[in-house]
């Protein structure tokens, strides 16, 4: 990939550093949290790990093994729909996420579903604020992605 700065006319295309990052993904999830809940709630289910627009979902798959009494972190973890499916299945799960507003929504999910995993936390997930070996699962679902930047 190339990555030196490209120059078209007022558009200029440079490659960021993780902080600048991580500060331009926070906000922008955060700004679009409402709408992104809206747009793709109901396809994302509010207690399902889907792994993808094709919707093939972890009860169809079963890649991450046995869930009962095991302790689980989804990071980038939107909304935790599927933090809160682990947990429905029997996990302790942790829903981490850069973005305060997309785990707030998740916050109102559970008071409608009765469900909710054990814990969230804001997180970039390239510096999680966990011990080594504090989980059995780790898992992220189209999460974390970073973001680069366009300048006008
Ligand atoms: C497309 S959503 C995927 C989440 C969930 N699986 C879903 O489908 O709604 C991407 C999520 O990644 C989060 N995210 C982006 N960059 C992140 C980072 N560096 N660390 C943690 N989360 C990040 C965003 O805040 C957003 O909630």
């Given at each position: 990939m190339?990555t ?14 993780q902080g ?15 709408s992104?809940?809206r747009?793709h ?5 509010d207690?399902?790990l ?16 046995p ?13 935790g729909?599927g933090?809160r499916?682990?947990?429905?299945q029997?996990a302790?799960?942790?829903?981490s996420?850069?973005s ?5 929504i ?5 008071q409608e ?24 699962v780790?898992f ?13």
């Amino acid at each position: 990939m190339n990555t030196e700065p490209e120059d078209s006319g007022s558009v200029r295309h440079e490659p960021l550093g993780q902080g600048e990052s991580v500060s331009a993904s926070q906000r922008w999830w955060d700004a679009e949290a409402p709408s992104y809940y809206r747009e793709h709630g109901e396809q994302l289910g509010d207690v399902r790990l889907s792994w993808g627009p094709e919707q093939v979902t972890e009860a169809e798959l079963g890649v991450l093994g046995p869930l009962e009494d095991r302790d689980v972190l989804e990071f980038g973890a939107g909304s935790g729909q599927g933090a809160r499916w682990c947990s429905d299945q029997g996990a302790r799960a942790i829903a981490s996420d850069l973005s305060l507003e997309m785990l707030r929504i998740g916050q109102h999910i559970d008071q409608e579903q009765g469900v909710a995993p054990d814990g969230y936390v804001t997180a970039d997930a390239a510096g999680l604020p966990f011990a080594d070996e504090s989980f059995d699962v780790a898992f992220s679902a189209y999460g974390a992605l970073p973001l680069s930047l366009i300048r006008i």
